[in-house]
C-alpha cells in the first residue's frame, strides 16, 4: 500500500537539499552508552555491532548508510531514543565501518544481504522466544528490504522500517550526476577513495591512487571498484541484482518505507508503484524531507526530528 506521508517540514527548511543537509552539517551528535560485539563471520573476516544497555524486551538492529558509522546524523539519537523507549537497540556496521579494517578485498555493498541475514539468524538463536526488528537507512535500507523480499515468509523478524531508499541503484546514480545532486556524489566518492586507499595497507588496491581519482561518478566507481570485488560481471550487473525495487512483492514482514519525492537521491519515477509492493508494505511517500533529513518544528533552534518520532511509533505497536 501506498499512502500519503503525515511529516510536514519546517517551514525554515524548504526544499530537498535544506532537510538533507541540515542534520548533516547541525545536528548535535548523540552517543548513548553502548557495548561492542564483534561477530567472526565464515569466510574469515568480521563485523562489529554497538549495542545499547538492556537484555529484555525487543531487540532492533539499525543498519547505516553509505560509509555510514556511528558518526552519521541519524545513528547515536536514534540508539539513545530506541533504549529509552525500552528496546536493546544495536547498530551494525558494515565490514570495514566500524573504525577498523576488514580483513578481506571484499568490502559491503548495495546489495550485500549474507551479512545480515547471519546476524539475525545468531540473533534468533540466541533468543528463539524474543522479537527482532530492523530498521535501515538510505544504503542500509536498500539491504534491509532486498533481503526480506529474498526470505519471504521465513524472515523471523517482526517488522522493519526503511528510510530513505535506493529502490533503483542505476536510477540513483543517475540522478546524482545531475545538478546540486552533483555535491554529494563528490562527498560519498571521496569517502569512498578514502576507504580503499586505507585498506591499501593490509590488500593490493584494484586501482592505483591516480586512477581512482578519475572515477568521477558512481557508475565508474562501482564498475571498476564495487562490482569486481564483490563477484559481479560489471555495473549494469551490480546495479541489476542489487536493486531492491524488484524485491519489494516478495515481503511477507510487515515493513514500513519512509520515503520523500524531494529525496536529491533518487528521481520521482523510480519510485515503487502500488504493483510493485506485497501487502506487508506500506509505503509512506511525502511531498517533502529530502535523504534522511525529514526535519520538523516551528523553531530554527528548536527542530524536529521527526523520523524518530515516527519510527518509535511504528516499533511500539510491533514490542
Not at 565501518?97 to 540473533?123: F, K, M, Q, W
Not at 546514480?173 to 563528490?186: D, P
Not at 523510480?270 to 529530502?290: F, K, M, N
Request: proline fraction near 6%; hydrophobic fraction near 40%; aromatic fraction near 10%.
Amino acid at each position: 500500500m501506498i499512502r500519503t506521508g503525515a511529516f510536514r517540514p519546517a517551514w525554515w527548511l524548504p526544499g530537498g537539499h535544506l532537510q538533507t543537509l541540515y542534520p548533516t552539517l547541525f545536528r548535535r551528535r548523540v552517543i548513548p552508552r553502548l557495548t561492542r560485539q564483534r561477530l567472526e563471520l565464515p569466510d574469515g573476516d568480521f563485523l562489529d555491532i554497538d549495542w545499547t544497555d538492556g537484555c529484555g524486551g525487543m531487540r532492533v538492529l539499525v543498519l547505516h548508510g553509505l560509509e555510514g558509522s556511528l558518526d552519521s546524523h541519524y545513528a547515536g539519537s536514534l540508539l539513545a531514543r530506541l533504549s529509552r523507549e525500552g528496546y536493546q537497540a544495536g547498530l551494525m556496521y558494515f565490514r570495514g565501518r566500524s573504525g577498523e579494517i576488514n580483513r578481506l578485498p571484499r568490502s559491503y555493498h548495495s546489495g550485500e544481504t549474507a551479512d545480515l541475514g547471519y546476524v539475525i539468524r545468531l540473533l534468533h538463536t540466541a533468543h528463539p522466544d524474543g522479537k527482532i526488528a530492523v530498521v535501515g537507512f538510505s544504503l542500509g535500507g536498500n539491504v534491509l528490504l532486498k533481503w526480506l523480499g529474498e526470505q519471504g515468509c521465513d524472515a523471523p523478524v517482526c517488522t522493519a522500517v526503511a528510510i530513505s531508499v535506493p529502490f533503483d541503484l542505476d536510477r540513483a546514480a543517475q540522478r546524482l550526476e545531475r545538478g546540486f545532486s552533483r555535491v554529494y556524489r563528490n562527498h560519498l566518492l571521496e569517502k569512498l577513495r578514502r576507504s580503499v586507499v586505507a585498506k591499501s595497507v593490509l590488500h593490493e588496491p584494484p586501482l592505483s591512487v591516480h586512477e581512482l581519482r578519475g572515477l568521477r561518478s558512481f557508475r565508474a566507481f562501482d564498475d571498476a571498484v564495487t562490482a569486481p570485488l564483490h563477484g559481479f560481471s560489471g555495473v549494469d550487473d551490480y546495479y541489476s541484482r542489487s536493486s531492491s525495487r524488484r524485491f519489494l512483492r516478495s515481503i511477507c514482514t510487515p515493513t514500513l518505507i519512509l520515503q520523500a519525492r524531494d529525496d536529491p537521491f533518487l528521481p520521482t519515477d523510480a519510485l515503487p508503484e502500488d504493483s510493485d509492493i506485497s501487502e506487508a508494505v506500506t509505503l509512506e511517500l511525502s511531498e517533502h524531507g529530502g535523504h534522511v533529513g525529514f526535519i520538523a518544528g516551528s523553531h530554527p533552534l528548536a527542530p524536529v526530528y521527526w523520523l524518530e518520532q515516527r519510527i518509535a511509533a511504528h516499533l511500539s505497536g510491533f514490542a
